[in-house]
């Protein structure tokens, strides 16, 4: 594919000008990587009743007539049988992975293709993800999917972690003060990027870019725990600029996605990356919400030793009645043989804390960016020479300490990190099953209708209308929960019963539902 404007300076180490106009940039668009990925996306609609649903139901009505998506999540095969969901229900879509190692590049080479497209003459979504990228290109991917191009740019999010709908409200509110904080002040490495790439901006575009774009912005769904911390925190600030809906924690996306796919994937991801025997094992958990339960029962189902860490009295309650030690990382750590980050939360497992682990063992997190383990802290470590990284294939990495006294003959010690501390199971495998993501998604493609539908009902644009009603963080109502998971149960087999008009009235229900109250816990 041809690049316009070379003449312009290239964003960091990506080798690209930050506004370069490309229609997609994914690895590889041969014809048999877009016949893989287009195979695959064909056996995953099978398994993805409820999307398949959706577009029975409203294929004909085009109800994302008019809704130009911006889409943050991870590139895979699922992810683009959503996109193409939305695309079947009148959507233009423009997509970005929301991870640098979770792309399948087959998935994002059928997706830029599209169905009536070929390699030579593609004819798909705008799509800009491949696996392996580097901070650089991932945010360098994210501001190809933010600058739609047209009169009109996007006026809906569809976010993955909240980076899309971060990067627009930093963008505005910089512009508000006038000033971009310098480099310097930033606290990580992706914090440093990121103000590059504001600063970037307002070198080539002016002081006025990201204020009229953000003002187009209807409303954002919400797919992660951390996404929707992020705009509830907006909310108590007074700071979120569109409403939004918060899928994450639809019952049929928390339960399916967080325990369910975790169930499945920890080990998947686990066993393609290094083949060990998990059976035996000693495996810690750290955090026990619905995250580290599809943890605990993924080794489980190998026949693991499984320990917890818990702050949360009820959590460590639950534990305890499953059976599970509860117990403190401090204790355990030199005798544990795999330890699973799953918190949400960051510092978990500290480079003092891999200094003291057991030979070769495995340390991966499963439950919130790269930051639950403490991988500045190793790259501190690796420059000051108390620490060696071995690469034993892409996503799997050797850390060799070199001061400690516990490893083969007495000397130092390693440990083997898996996906360099960010989601094992979309690092070194391919994430939840299709049948689990398509609970998901469908909440997804709804809430999208919703906003598209209905957007202004839950706050309007506070860049367009700052007097306007506040915006607000949503969940989608209990009857189109339950709506999900009817769409799901032919796969299964499943005859519900129907409650009698007496029944119904007997528990204070209606006979087609919602049957549970708003505070029920699944």
Not at 235 to 247: M, R, T
Not at 366 to 385: K, P, S
Not at 400 to 413: A, E, L
Request: overall charge negative; some cysteine; charged content about 20%.
């Amino acid at each position: 594919m041809s690049v316009t404007h070379l003449s312009q300076k290239t964003f960091l180490d990506t080798g690209l000008p930050l506004f370069a106009d490309l229609p997609y940039k994914v690895a590889d668009l041969s014809p048999a990587t877009v016949r893989f990925g287009r195979k695959e996306m064909d056996l995953a609609l099978v398994e993805m009743p409820g999307l398949a649903a959706l577009r029975e139901e409203f294929g004909a009505e085009q109800p994302l007539k008019g809704a130009r998506i911006m889409g943050s999540l991870h590139m895979t095969i699922q992810t683009a049988v959503l996109i193409e969901t939305l695309t079947e229900l009148g959507a233009e879509v423009r997509w970005v992975s929301c991870n640098i190692f979770s792309t399948q590049d087959h998935a994002a080479a059928a997706v830029a293709v599209g169905p009536t497209g070929t390699a030579d003459a593609p004819a798909g979504v705008p799509v800009y993800a491949w696996k392996g990228e580097t901070l650089a290109e991932y945010w360098w991917c994210t501001m190809q999917a933010v600058d739609w191009t047209g009169p009109d740019g996007m006026n809906l999010i569809l976010d993955d972690g909240g980076d899309a709908s971060l990067l627009i409200h930093l963008g505005h509110e910089y512009e508000v003060s006038g000033t971009i904080p310098a480099l310097s002040t930033a606290t990580s490495e992706e914090h440093r990027i990121i103000l590059a790439l504001l600063h970037a901006v307002r070198a080539e575009k002016g002081d006025n870019y990201w204020t009229p774009l953000a003002a187009n912005i209807r409303g954002v769904s919400e797919e992660t725990t951390t996404g929707v911390h992020r705009l509830i925190e907006r909310v108590a600030n007074d700071s979120l600029l569109f409403p939004a809906i918060n899928v994450n924690d639809s019952v049929t996306k928390s339960k399916f996605d967080n325990v369910y796919g975790c169930r499945h994937s920890l080990v998947d991801a686990i066993m393609r990356a290094t083949d060990v025997l998990i059976a035996g094992k000693k495996c810690l958990v750290l955090g026990f919400g619905d995250v580290g339960k599809g943890s605990v029962d993924s080794l489980r189902g190998q026949s693991a030793r499984v320990a917890v860490t818990e702050v949360d009295p009820i959590c460590a309650l639950q534990a305890c009645m499953r059976g599970l030690d509860v117990v403190r990382l401090d204790d355990v750590v030199g005798d544990t043989d795999i330890f699973v980050t799953a918190t949400g939360n960051k510092d978990i497992i500290t480079a003092g804390h891999m200094a003291q682990m057991k030979h070769n063992a495995i340390v991966c997190n499963i439950g919130h960016f790269d930051n639950e383990i403490d991988m500045a802290g190793l790259e501190r470590m690796r420059e000051a020479g108390e620490v060696e990284k071995i690469e034993i294939k892409p996503q799997v990495h050797e850390w060799r300490f070199t001061g400690t006294t516990h490893g083969p003959k007495g000397g130092g010690h390693s440990i083997i990190i898996l996906a360099e501390g960010r989601l094992v199971n979309l690092g070194c495998a391919t994430g939840h099953p299709s049948l689990v993501m398509s609970a998901s998604f469908t909440n997804q493609t709804i809430a999208q209708i919703e906003l598209h539908k209905n957007a202004e009902a839950y706050g309007e644009n506070r860049v367009a209308k700052p007097k306007g009603k506040k915006p607000e963080v949503i969940t989608l109502p209990k009857h189109l929960d339950e709506k999900v998971a009817r769409l799901h149960l032919d796969k299964f087999g499943v005859k519900l019963t129907t409650l009698s008009d007496e029944q119904a009235s007997y528990i204070g229900v209606a006979v087609q539902g919602p049957y549970k109250p708003e505070n029920y816990r699944y």
